[in-house]
């Protein structure tokens, strides 16, 4: 389970991490945002830690993507050299979760086990709001404001 919140938007995280693990680093971060935030995940790993970049949401926030904007922090987003990877003891690696549709058994294997957890109540996902499906867009922009804490889900009409 969680045993320590960290909000990254009001806290250092890199410094808080650092402190909660007396300055050994955590294992593994799973890095959503991207960008220059991929420095600070790098900086909170521990030796032989592992930082999974799996999305690029700095860059693609708000109404609509801006191609300035996605440009400015791709600029920003830190490039690993292997050399100095091996002299930090650290892995990085990126995952597109879309190129799962190729490797179908993988995709179903870990669907059976994510709900398995959530049938044993192991994993309790938090649902912030529902929307209706004729309100896909209002639900997608609801992400891309970044205004949900947690699950936006569709709901099927009825009809």
Known sequence: ??????????????????????GKGVDVIIDP????NLKKSYKALGSFGRLVAFGFSKAVSGPRRKVLHLFKE???TPKFSPIKLMG???????CHLGMLMDRQELLQECMQ???SYFQSGDINPHVDRVFPLNRVKDAHQYIMDRRNFGKVLLAADDQ
């Open 1 to 22: 389970g969680i045993h320590h919140l960290i909000d990254y938007n009001t806290e250092d995280f890199v410094a808080r991490v650092k402190e909660i693990t007396e």
């Open 33 to 36: 945002i991207g960008g220059e």
């Open 74 to 76: 791709y600029i920003k």
């Open 88 to 94: 930090h003891n650290k892995g990085v690696f990126g």
């Open 113 to 115: 086990k994510l709900m």
